[in-house]
């Protein structure tokens, strides 16, 4: 059964950093295109970072300041997230990208704020 398990979010204050974690199973994880997702809260959810052979930033607001790798050893996908912003405040998901193709997982929250 595939699945996705997201995890590393949390409360972090302006300009602090998180690691996020995607954690993917039932699948063939090194065939894919993996990407980070986000939804804000009455907001759509969009796709903010995917990665293949190399790192696509799809949102400007994120690049410079996110890093999105994956591990297909370890059939882990990471964000590794900088200098964040209260605006980054969101629900993050992974999923294959640009088109996401498996059933969401639960996501993982952050919030950014003093």
């Known amino acids: 059964q595939e699945q996705l398990v997201e995890s590393g979010g949390g409360l972090v204050q302006p300009g602090g950093s998180l690691r996020l974690s995607c954690a993917a199973s039932g699948m063939i994880f090194s065939r894919r295109t993996w990407g980070w997702y986000r939804q804000g809260l009455g907001k759509q959810r969009e796709l903010i970072a995917y990665v293949g052979n190399i790192p696509i930033y799809v949102d400007s607001f994120v690049k410079g300041r996110f890093v999105i790798s994956s591990d297909n050893a370890k059939n882990m996908v990471y964000l590794e997230m900088g200098d964040l912003k209260p605006a980054d405040t969101c629900v993050y998901y992974c999923?294959?990208?640009?088109?996401?193709?498996?059933?969401w997982g639960q996501g993982t929250q952050v919030t950014v704020s003093s």
């Open positions: 999923n294959t990208a640009p088109e996401c193709a498996l059933q």
